[in-house]
């Protein structure tokens, strides 16, 4: 189980990796486009010293990887021989390295969650053929496009001005929370309609009709509170509606290219749980100044993680569990005391907000009360409370 609210900072494919399945609520990536280009940010910005590479050949992807499709995902394999046989090899490299991580994307999606990859036309029309292959093909539920009005134009063709957002439902029994948008009448006068409320604003009346699946927000301008100069930065309002569609509060947001951290900033802000990975170190930083500049108030601190975490759900969890049971022969590493199974929990002997690892070596069993007292605290803490409070002998504490 991976704390909430974590940032990683790492490759997401090994992090991932690591991650218990169905886990999570909602996955929101935004991943490089291909664009063929050298993303950096200016100079002097909050972002300044962030920079990531959009360009992409074999030399991106593992040789293992394309092994392993071809072994256990034959369709998946056939998607992207194609990409490669009709956009070339950066396209099929680029495949590639999305594959290998939509899979574990996956995986650790519970099976009420929801994926939204943003993309471009650029690639979009083949990540959905991968993601046809990974989520099933049944499992499509929009594209959407996400208009913007903002950048420059070209000569030879319309101009560009959207990007595509691909949305999947891991399966059937996926959460999705209608939303509404304002439908102004023709006339912009009030149709009196008997069955429908009407409403006036500074354009007209209108009525309020199921959202649809063009977007028009605003890109975050050059002013706004909200720029942290990040190349790439998504406006917050965009994450907040994605949350809002398709989460409940308290539920766990996932964003393995989370870039300045605005779909973390946007889960935070809707009282979501969130995890999110970068490769730079920047995201780190991003975040505590934008919580502190942008939200104010009371938000959750935030844990930074440079490790790679190790799955300790299912089989690995029972394993441990037993393993200890024997090692600490059936006794409370706390308390002392004599407990059943059962009753155990798995502790982080050193917690992970304090850099504390999935590994055996920082693995214990508590009872579930010492578990509780003992929170993110050091052992030592946990021992000296209960020889204060008589529940330990100070000759047994030694032990
Ligand atoms: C398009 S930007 C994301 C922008 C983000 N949505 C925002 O609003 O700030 C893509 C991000 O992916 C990160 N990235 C690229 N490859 C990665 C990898 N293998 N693992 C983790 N992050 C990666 C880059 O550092 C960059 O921040
Ligand atoms: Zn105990």
Redesign the pocket.
Known sequence: MIKTSTIFT????PIMRGMDSESVDLIYL???FNSNRHYAAPIGSKAAG?A?KDVWTYEDTDDAWWGELADAHPVLYKVIDGAGAAGGKADKAYCIYMAVRLLEIHRVLKSTGSVYL?CDPTMSHSLKLVLDAIFGHDNFKNEIVWFYKSGGASKKHFARKHDTILFYAKTVATCFNVQKEKSYNRELKPYRFKDVDEYQDEVGWHTLVNMKDVWQIDMVGRTSKERTG?P???PLKLLQRIIKSSSNEGDVIL?????????CMAAESLQRKWIG????PK?FELINVRLKNELGGIFSSVIHRTDIPQRIGGQRSKDIKHILFGQQEGLCNGCKSVFEFRNFELDHIIAHDVGGTDDDSNLQLLCGWCNRKKGNRPMENLIAELVREGILRKEDSQR
């Open positions: 790492g490759d997401n494919l935004d991943p490089p962030a990531f943003h990040y790439t930065q998504k964003d393995p290219f989370c870039g300045c951290a605005t779909a990975i970068d490769i730079s995201a």
